[in-house]
């Protein structure tokens, strides 16, 4: 079974498990992302303007952002984000991982595991999203 | 004994964690117990003994850790976040600092009588010094009694603004006395400065587009450090200020990156207490009690001065910004701790020829009085976020 997996497509993916990735606007507060976050078990959220996707949170950045002052924080960085209120879009990396429909699932999973993306968003060629692989759902396959 | 850098690194790194773990059980600040590790290798006890010398290979390796230190402050910040700051964190912030650096001035300078330049020269280096702060020991007070409210917000923010400043104002301190004269001192200083910052600049902006590319993990920390090393051996090429290099490169990368900047900046921040731990050993190495014993009373005067001018330029700071009577009258005690960062900027005046005599009697005072200060500090610290009321209820008691 791991191995029919892994040698699909992001696409053939999708068609058997259709998921969308959690997308949050940029005027929403940290900890409603959070709650959004914990609903839905999932592990990354999008924020997104319309179609166009802008940026990408992380569960465990998030979760950073929300316990801020109740950790023994104190590198710099994290001072100042603590003191200004930083909002979604100072929080969020623009710089985010993505997979096209048309990539095997293989070099996804590879790109997952060494960025540390749990759910990744899938676009389209236009930049559309078209779904989400999560980690989560790959290795339930593979276990059945 | 043999006289071999990574030996005695070595030695002093696994003497400084040991110690580390003890002051832990004992409840005693780390740093001092970095200090402390450092002593016992110094020349007034085994360093002696084992003719061991780590003055011939130190200055390296404190330029790259304060290099370290000074990215990873620059890129500490965004506009938008100095921005948001707001006015109270500023002028107290200003006002700490200036306070600090006016008050230890005067006082050592009227203590050598006011006249010598040698006086004047440790006047002014152990004024800039005293400008810095440390957050840990802040936040570690702020998070041990669950304090919240506007003092404590105003503590945090200075405690990680105040870094920057003492770190820009000891660069331009260090080019001014130490600058190559092209042209006139004013022209080689600006030159020295402007084109620290220009460097930085362009070093930053490259680093930001070639972090966009880079999407594995491992390759963050080596892509960071080989674009920090570069910068410096091309700062120190064309004689222009590292620190300011280092500083404009990480604010630079931060805002070209545009994001809260763990791809640039977190792989390096776990550096820091590396750094921490080669400062306080290194400094702990260097120490002569000798010298510190001749100098009490100058010792004495500066924790005195500083403390005196951080409470009372953080209150003018305070009143100028219209904060509330508490945060004026209190601000200043909170922001007692001198920072790690004041221990690696006196070590790097050993490497200048000006400072050949100057320098190590700064580094032990400096080196004494961080510890002093983070023993009285948190204590000072911990009074005035109470006197605020700020802390959380039944904590105030422990």
Not at chain 1, 79 to 97: K, W
Not at chain 2, 167 to 176: G, P
Not at chain 2, 202 to 212: K, P, T
Not at chain 2, 269 to 277: G, N, S, T
Request: charged share 15%.
């Amino acid at each position: 079974m791991t191995e029919q997996i892994i040698n699909s497509t992001v696409a053939d993916w999708l068609l058997q498990h259709p998921a969308m990735p959690i997308l949050v606007t940029d005027d929403v507060s940290v900890s409603a992302v959070a709650i959004t976050m914990l609903d839905n078990a999932a592990r990354d959220a999008y924020v997104c303007d319309g179609d166009a996707i802008l940026g990408h949170l992380s569960f465990v950045k998030v979760m950073n952002h929300v316990f801020a002052h109740e950790r023994p924080i104190h590198t710099h960085r994290q001072l100042f984000s603590r003191v200004t209120e930083t909002d979604i879009n100072e929080l969020m990396d623009p710089h985010f991982q993505y997979c096209r429909p048309d990539e095997k699932l293989a070099d996804v999973l590879h790109r997952q595991l060494e960025s540390g993306t749990d759910d990744i968003i899938v676009l389209n060629r236009m930049n559309r999203v078209e779904g989400v692989i999560r980690l989560t759902e790959v290795l339930k396959a593979s276990l059945q | 004994m043999t006289q071999s850098p990574m030996l005695l690194l070595g030695v002093l790194m696994v003497t400084g964690l040991i110690f580390s773990l003890l002051a832990n059980r004992l409840r005693v600040p780390r740093i001092a117990a970095y200090a402390l590790a450092g002593l016992l290798w110094s020349q007034d006890l085994l360093g002696a003994y084992l003719q061991l010398d780590v003055s011939q290979w130190s200055g390296q390796l404190t330029d790259v850790a304060l290099a370290i230190v000074a990215y990873i402050i620059g890129g500490s910040m965004t506009i938008t976040q100095l921005k948001k700051l707001g006015k109270t964190i500023v002028f107290c912030t200003l006002g700490e600092v200036l306070g600090a650096i006016i008050m230890v001035t005067l006082a050592v300078w009227l203590l050598f009588g006011g006249g010598t330049a040698d006086g004047f020269l440790i006047a002014i280096v152990l004024g800039v010094l005293a400008a810095s702060t440390d957050p840990a020991a802040t936040v570690a007070v702020v998070h041990q009694y669950r304090s919240h409210g506007k003092l404590t917000t105003t503590l945090l923010g200075i405690a990680a603004l105040d870094d920057a400043i003492g770190i820009i104002l000891f660069s331009v301190l260090i080019v001014w006395m130490t600058g190559a004269q092209l042209g006139g001192h004013i022209v080689s200083v600006s030159v020295e400065i402007g084109g620290a910052i220009v460097l930085g600049m362009v070093s930053g902006y490259f680093l930001a587009l070639f972090g966009h590319r880079v999407r594995n993990h491992n390759f963050f920390l080596p892509m960071v450090l080989g674009g920090l090393f570069l910068s410096q051996g091309l700062a120190e090429l064309w004689h222009v200020s590292p620190l300011l290099t280092a500083m404009a490169m990480g604010f630079t990368a931060r805002a070209t990156f545009v994001s809260g900047g763990e791809r640039l900046f977190a792989s390096v921040e776990y550096l820091e207490e590396l750094v921490f731990l080669i400062f306080f050993t290194l400094a702990g190495a260097q120490f002569e009690l000798g010298i510190m014993l001749q100098a009490l009373d100058l010792a004495a005067i500066y924790v005195i001065a500083r403390v005196i001018g951080k409470v009372m330029g953080a209150g003018i700071g305070g009143k100028l910004s219209g904060a509330s009577e508490q945060i004026s009258r209190y601000v200043g005690l909170g922001v007692i701790p001198q920072a790690g960062i004041a221990i690696g900027l006196a070590l790097t005046l050993m490497e200048f020829p000006q400072f050949e005599r100057q320098g190590v009697l700064v580094l032990n005072m400096i080196l004494a009085s961080t510890i002093i200060f983070e023993l009285i500090g948190p204590f000072a610290t911990r009074f005035a976020l109470g006197r605020a009321g700020e802390l959380k209820p039944g904590r105030a008691q422990e």
